[in-house]
């Protein structure tokens, strides 16, 4: 599983997110600390793929579905 890195992704990719089974949308993704992922439960969950984010908000789980 190769985890995305912020220039592999783009708004409507579908995602995993790993940690928790979450399959999902990519519904904004302007800016690498702020990774918006609309869930098919119709939830939204927020990520940074910052590796070096300042307030440890860093999260690699998301994949492509």
């Known amino acids: 599983m190769k985890r ?3 220039k592999d992704i ?11 089974s979450i399959e999902g949308v ?5 800016n690498p600390h702020n990774i918006i992922v609309r ?3 119709n939830t939204v ?4 793929l ?4 300042k307030e440890g908000m860093y999260d ?3 994949i492509k579905k």
Do not use: A, P, Q
């Open 4 to 6: 995305l890195k912020y």
């Open 10 to 20: 783009y708004k409507g990719l579908r995602v995993i997110d790993t940690d928790f």
């Open 26 to 30: 990519i519904e904004k993704c302007d």
């Open 39 to 41: 869930n098919n439960d």
């Open 45 to 48: 969950n927020l990520y940074c």
């Open 50 to 53: 910052v590796e070096d984010c």
């Open 60 to 62: 690699n789980s998301l």
